[in-house]
């Protein structure tokens, strides 16, 4: 089944600067790959997603890159601010059973200091 | 707009108690899954299913069972609780069973099994 790791597990910026997390998965059938934001006692919120046919996505400060040859694809927050802290995941859809599955990194803990 | 709605938020079992978590989505999606998050792990895959009458295994599907008798409702089982199922635990749906679209969460139940 995918195998997606998740770097790093912890990442403290100050505010307005820049932030990357990265992942790198093991599936190369994986085609879509989201990013959640989990907030303290909070449920996951999707926050951007790419498919294998782009190779990057914006919306507004938050950016998604894909390098399906590498198999890695990564998060870049610019302009960070406090409400930005969060913790982050990505994921990647793989293909077991009779249906297709997500599997989630182990998460980003991201804190932006004012 | 009510969404994935999970209930209870908090349990606290016994060892070896049963119990069952309710998770209803009003949307029509084919997709629901469950996931436990546990600290530095993500979310991983407990169960899933693509429709009424069909569910599949995913990661960590020992001592949790399922069934899905409508589209609205996907319950999770725990048969006989043991402290390693303590954990917070996600509902999620998609509209559709290749799971290329957002996932919706519910609010999560945190359990505890002592």
């Known amino acids: 089944g995918e195998n997606v790791e998740q770097h790093p597990s912890t990442l403290s910026v100050q505010e307005g600067d820049s932030a990357v997390i990265k992942c790198t998965y093991s599936d190369s059938a994986s085609n879509y790959f989201p990013w959640y934001k989990q907030e303290l006692g909070k449920r996951p919120q999707l926050i951007i997603d790419i498919r294998s046919n782009v190779g990057e996505k914006k919306d507004q400060r938050i950016a998604v890159t894909l390098n399906k040859t590498a198999k890695h694809f990564s998060l870049h927050i610019t302009e960070t601010q406090p409400e930005d802290s969060a913790v982050y995941f990505c994921?990647?859809?793989?293909?077991?059973?009779?249906?297709?599955?997500?599997?989630f990194g182990s998460g980003t803990q991201l804190t932006v200091l004012p | 707009n009510a969404g994935v709605t999970q209930t209870p938020k908090f349990q606290v079992l016994k060892t070896g108690q049963s119990m069952t978590l309710q998770c209803a989505q009003d949307m029509n999606h084919e997709y629901m899954s469950w996931y436990r998050q546990d600290p530095g792990m993500g979310l991983r895959l407990i169960h899933y299913s693509v429709g009424a009458g069909i569910t599949d295994q995913g990661e960590v599907p020992n001592g949790y069972n399922v069934s899905r008798s409508t589209t609205e409702d996907f319950p999770l089982r725990l048969l006989s609780a043991a402290p390693s199922q303590t954990s917070v635990y996600f509902c999620?749906?998609?509209?559709?069973?290749?799971?290329?679209?957002?996932?919706?969460f519910g609010q999560g139940t945190r359990l505890t099994v002592v």
């Open positions: 999620a749906s998609s509209y559709s069973k290749t799971v290329n679209t957002e996932a919706f």
């Open positions: 994921a990647a859809l793989g293909t077991s059973g009779s249906a297709r599955q997500l599997t």
